[in-house]
């Protein structure tokens, strides 16, 4: 079965640096989201991405965050200057379409800590 | 806005044990529910889910059924097992929005 793939599976950083974390959605899907789950807290919606732009943002996703379809299989999440709140792990997920029947479809996530 | 409740954790069960999780929600018109649920370490995965009233959603042994009267969407299994230890989330989606999930409840099913 096809699957959501995110890379690294862990990511230690400094806070004020940069990071990218990267997801490789199933290939047929069309909706691409990014979710994160501070520990022990619940999933928040951070972005949803469609036909290459931003669709819907939460107002977690401020001005230090951005994603981008760099090509047709990468999605990815950029924090410009992470601060140590930003440390959770991070979902990346997508769906075939848009929805109450479409399904999101995870990957196994980034755990971003930020020291 | 549209929101999800579920009941506190964790819970803990012996094996073969019947379990109830509780899931509430708020929302208007007709959304979709879901549980999923986050193995230790991993991801998300979809467990089950129904997109209308009294439908009923079931895999490996779990199920719920869609109640609009009451706005729940209670998860069950008849015998948990060792494996079935995770954190639940039950979510909605509804039409031109995205997916709200409740906190998660956390199963621990003893041997």
């Known amino acids: 079965e096809p699957e959501v793939t995110q890379t690294p599976s862990h990511q230690v950083t400094q806070m004020g640096q940069e990071v990218i974390l990267r997801c490789v959605p199933i290939s047929n899907h069309l909706y691409f989201y990014w979710y994160r789950q501070i520990l022990g807290q619940k999933v928040e919606f951070l972005v949803s991405?469609?036909?290459?732009?931003?669709?819907?943002k939460s107002e977690i996703f401020d001005d230090q965050f951005s994603v981008e379809r760099p090509d047709g299989s990468n999605f990815t999440l950029k924090i410009r200057s992470t601060k140590l709140e930003d440390s959770a792990m991070y979902f990346c997920a997508s769906s075939e379409m848009e929805g109450r029947n479409s399904p999101l479809h995870f990957g196994n996530g980034t755990r971003l800590t930020v020291t | 806005g549209d929101s999800v409740t579920q009941m506190e954790g964790p819970v803990t069960l012996s094996e073969e044990a019947f379990l109830t999780i509780n899931c509430t929600y708020t929302a208007t018109g007709y959304p979709s529910l879901f549980w999923y649920v986050q193995y230790p370490g991993e991801g998300l995965q979809l467990l089950l889910k129904?997109?209308?009233?009294?439908d009923k959603g079931s895999n490996k042994g779990f199920e719920a059924t869609y109640r609009k009267e009451t706005t729940s969407f209670h998860l069950e299994k008849g015998s948990v097992q060792v494996s079935d230890s995770a954190v639940y989330f039950c979510a909605l989606l509804n039409y031109g929005q995205n997916f709200v999930f409740g906190p998660g409840t956390r199963l621990s099913v003893l041997p």
């Open positions: 129904a997109t209308k009233a009294d």
């Open positions: 991405f469609y036909n290459n732009e931003i669709s819907e």
